[in-house]
T-cell receptor, first 110, second 113 residues
Framework: AQRVTQPEKLLSVFKGAPVELKCNYS??????LFWYVQYSRQRLQLLLR??SRESIKGFTADLNKGETSFHLKKPFAQEEDSAMYYC????????????FGTGTSLTVIP | SQTIHQWPATLVQPVGSPLSLECTVE??????LYWYRQAAGRGLQLLFY??????ISSEVPQNLSASRPQDRQFILSSKKLLLSDSGFYLC????????????FGSGTRLTVV
């Protein structure tokens, strides 16, 4: 069965420190992985997709099929990165829907 | 460009009253439409999704129902609200294939009193 696990509900880092939000998944087939972000008082929005191999707002995420992980990383955290982050998965076996993790609330301490 | 509208933003309803939340999408045709509930510690729970007019898939049994009367309109309803229906409800749309991810509405905070 498809599953997305975000082991950390809360994560705090100091400004300028590296940050890594963990995401592990379970899926039989080739998954498509995404990270969504929700800033305070804003709507949930797409941050990045693994298929694009892009860096958005300094964040990157690499799909590691061997470890079934899609961790979100940023070398130097900024205060404006404080938000709720969701990892999500889709693929041919998920029909027309995404599976979301339970989210990680990131706080960047000034 | 595509936009998604969801209303109302907040709603306070008494137990036993009916519910109707509406979501509309502009700028695209034949979108996949979704209703999610966002709860602290439980993340995003998919309630319903629709791949076309009149086609509704339910993910969890509950006191809610959904309808898609038009291509770009998705409605979340209840005949009689329960206290446990309180929460934050999100509508989203996605293209077929989901390559581009979802676009979410701004959400509705429902409080059942």
């Amino acid at each position: 069965a498809q599953r997305v696990t975000q082991p950390e509900k809360l994560l705090s880092v100091f400004k300028g420190a590296p940050v890594e939000l963990k995401c592990n998944y379970s899926y039989s087939g080739s998954p498509e992985l995404f990270w969504y972000v929700q800033y305070s008082r804003q709507r949930l929005q797409l941050l990045l997709r693994h298929i694009s191999r892009e860096s958005i707002k300094g964040f990157t995420a690499d799909l590691n099929k061997g470890e079934t992980s899609f961790h979100l990383k940023k070398p130097f955290a900024q205060e404006e990165d404080s938000a709720m982050y969701y990892c999500a998965l889709s693929g041919r076996n998920t029909g027309n829907q995404f599976y979301f993790g339970t989210g990680t609330s990131l706080t960047v301490i000034p | 460009s595509q936009t998604i509208h969801q209303w109302p933003a907040t709603l306070v309803q008494p137990v036993g009253s009916p519910l109707s939340l509406e979501c509309t999408v502009e700028g695209t045709s034949n979108p996949n439409l979704y209703w999610y509930r966002q709860a602290a510690g439980r993340g995003l729970q998919l309630l319903f999704y629709s791949v076309g007019i009149g086609q509704i898939s339910s993910e969890v049994p509950q006191n809610l129902s959904a309808s898609r009367p038009q291509d770009r309109q998705f409605i979340l309803s209840s005949k009689k609200l329960l206290l446990s229906d309180s929460g934050f409800y999100l509508c989203a749309w996605g293209r077929q294939g989901l390559d581009y991810g979802y676009t979410f509405g701004s959400g509705t905070r429902l409080t059942v009193v």
